[in-house]
């Protein structure tokens, strides 16, 4: 992470505190994706935990390769460009926040389990972090790599929107969420292991949705930051391709 820790507290100020003595740990969020493309539901999740959760920092991390969605996905470079430009719209926040391009540079499949062990050894034993994630994340959870050994290093935080049926979850999600929900004054406090969900985050979009939307030629300025949609205008992303195209009707001719 050495190309990253100029733009975040060093790993020594943010293991300073012992929580042993009553010192308060420095608090760490982190919001990993595809981010293809960022948008202004993933700005709601993180505002929401920033400010629930009391975040000192909080890191967007998109991935580089993918191991699940394989190669049909933005450029790693568009992709992080894009999500620096969707940090900048929490610049209003208590938070420092920025983009890390520590699973674009890691070579081979990012899996993030590898990245939250990366990240605990950077901030230290006694930080919390919080790895952050909506529901469709968290109904997809039990096909994570590893999922089981994120506790270890990391809280998980979800923003789900209202009425989420926690029911819908993979049976030893649930029971991993029955054993180690808590408050967020616990997440706050502990460095890792425990799992906190908020049920009130009104903001419900799709990256897939938004894609769509914008190769068919919709209008999506008001699901993007405005950096990010300037972005893709610029870069003329998710325009359909040639073989996207419908082919023209052949025109008739009279023969007769």
């Given at each position: 992470?050495?190309?990253?820790?100029?733009?975040?507290?060093?790993?020594?100020?943010?293991?300073?505190?012992d929580p042993a003595n009553g010192e308060r740990p420095y608090r760490l969020g982190i919001l990993g994706g595809t981010f293809d493309p960022p948008h202004i539901g993933h700005v709601?999740?993180?505002?929401?935990?920033?400010?629930?959760?009391?975040?000192?920092?909080?890191?967007w991390i998109p991935t580089g390769q993918s191991w699940q969605k394989g190669d049909d996905v933005t450029p790693a470079a568009d992709r992080l460009a894009m999500t620096e430009l969707a940090a900048?719209?929490?610049?209003?926040?208590?938070?420092?926040?920025?983009?890390?391009r520590m699973e674009v540079d890691r070579a081979g499949p990012s899996y993030t389990v590898d990245t939250v062990h990366e990240l605990r050894e950077h901030y230290g034993p006694n930080a919390s972090l919080a790895w952050l994630m909506g529901a469709d994340q968290l109904l997809r959870l039990h096909t994570w790599h590893g999922w089981q050994a994120l506790f270890a290093h990391v809280h998980l935080c979800v923003a789900t929107r209202p009425g989420f049926d926690l029911a819908e979850l993979d049976g030893p999600v649930r029971q991993e969420l029955a054993q180690r929900r808590a408050s967020t004054d616990l997440i706050q406090s502990m460095p890792s292991g425990r799992m906190w969900i908020d049920q009130t985050l009104a903001v419900d979009l799709s990256s897939t949705a938004l894609r769509q939307r914008l190769a068919a030629g919709?209008?999506?300025?008001?699901?993007?930051?405005s950096g990010v949609a300037h972005y893709i205008a610029s870069r003329g992303l998710y325009r359909?391709?040639?073989?996207?195209l419908p082919i023209p009707a052949r025109p008739q001719t009279d023969l007769s």
């Open positions: 992470m050495a190309h990253d820790i100029a733009r975040s507290l060093t790993a020594s100020a943010a293991d300073a505190a709601a999740l993180a505002r929401l935990c920033i400010e629930h959760l009391e975040l000192d920092e909080l890191v900048q719209a929490l610049s209003d926040t208590r938070a420092l926040v920025h983009a890390s919709q209008p999506a300025d008001d699901q993007l930051p359909p391709t040639q073989s996207d």
